[in-house]
């Protein structure tokens, strides 16, 4: 289980760096844009419509990384107040509501991208088709929600298993020993 954690966590870690290229390329694209028309008075045509077909692929780029690696937002005062039991079923809780979130927002995305596809929007100023942009964006929550599965299911079972933090501390060896 560790090796799928550990690959899993590589991939969406790939998946978000691109994610990351992507929002540092509209980054620059949109600083040449306010220069040039800031300079010449002549902007950089079709700026918005990249920013808003290539925003929804960022973010959504950046969410398997942030599931896999478990870096969403949690409040633990009461798992800290109930010893490592308790804090582990909170754990579950937690994997289980972020799991039927995220399976929620994919099933939505497919739907929603497929009716960008059959009314055939485009965007305003490039004419680009908007719904293959959508579709990678859908792709990319199918990948969060399958990577959620795989994080609740590491929790359910470090929750039964056990882990390594009820380990007892280990003994001072070599050069920590004290004389």
């Known amino acids: 289980m560790e090796n799928i954690e550990r ?7 790939v998946v978000a760096l691109i994610g990351f290229f992507g929002l540092l390329l509209l980054a620059a694209m949109t600083t040449v844009d ?9 902007p950089l045509h079709g700026v918005n419509d990249v920013s808003s077909v290539v925003m929804a692929i960022v ?16 409040v ?3 798992g800290s107040m109930g010893g490592t039991r308790t804090r582990r079923v909170l754990d579950v809780v937690a994997s289980l ?7 929620l927002m994919a099933w939505r995305f497919v739907p929603y991208a497929e009716g ?9 100023v490039l004419g680009w ?6 579709m990678a964006a859908s792709a990319l929550m199918i990948a969060a929600a399958i990577v959620q599965v795989l994080v609740t ?7 039964i298993l056990g882990g390594p933090d009820e380990a007892e501390p280990s003994e001072p060896t070599g050069g920590d020993a004290i004389l």
């Open 116 to 124: 960008l596809r059959e009314t055939g929007d485009r965007t305003w």
């Open 153 to 159: 299911i590491s929790d359910i079972a470090t929750l």
């Open 76 to 78: 633990e005062v009461l």
């Open 97 to 103: 509501f972020t799991l039927v979130f995220i399976i």
């Open 7 to 13: 690959r899993i966590k590589g991939v969406a870690r």
């Open 34 to 42: 306010i220069l040039l028309r800031w300079l010449f008075n002549a």
């Open 59 to 74: 973010i959504a780029a950046c969410i398997p990384a942030n599931l896999a690696m478990k870096q969403n937002i949690s």
């Open 129 to 134: 088709p908007i719904w293959p942009w959508w």
